[in-house]
């Protein structure tokens, strides 16, 4: 399956934006989703999954703000970002993943992986 992920920009603290990644090739219903994001200097880490059933996993510090969500139909799946702050500044991934959803907070597991698009947020 191939990731391609849209969206990002720049934004003002306390601000919104929403993130895509659009899926081609695979079946795309049998893939459990991530969002990842790897901000400068930092390692990657995890933001928000999704499951086949729907199940949704989100990172402590987006708990709250961000939501993720798919649509098999359009084999999308986004991430809908609320109250950001300057600390969420960061290259955003989307992932797809076969692994079980316990798995899902690691980027190891994750076999296809999006080329990123990048969110700032200014204070």
């Known amino acids: 399956v191939q990731l391609q992920a849209s969206g990002g920009g720049l934004v003002q603290a306390g601000g919104s934006l929403r993130i895509s990644c659009a899926a081609s090739?695979?079946?795309?219903?049998?893939?459990?989703m991530g969002w990842f994001r790897q901000a400068p200097g930092k390692e990657r880490e995890f933001v928000a999954g999704?499951?086949?059933?729907?199940?949704?996993l989100y990172a402590e510090d987006v708990k709250g703000r961000f939501t993720i969500s798919r649509d098999n139909g359009k084999k999308t799946v986004d991430l809908q970002m609320n109250s950001l702050k300057p600390e969420d500044t960061a290259v955003y991934f989307c992932?797809?993943?076969?692994?079980?959803?316990?798995?899902?907070?690691?980027?190891?597991?994750?076999?296809?992986w999006g080329q990123g698009t990048l969110v700032t947020v200014s204070s």
């Open positions: 999704v499951t086949r059933s729907l199940g949704k």
């Open positions: 992932a797809a993943t076969s692994s079980v959803q316990t798995a899902m907070r690691t980027s190891d597991n994750y076999g296809y």
């Open positions: 090739g695979g079946t795309f219903r049998n893939y459990n």
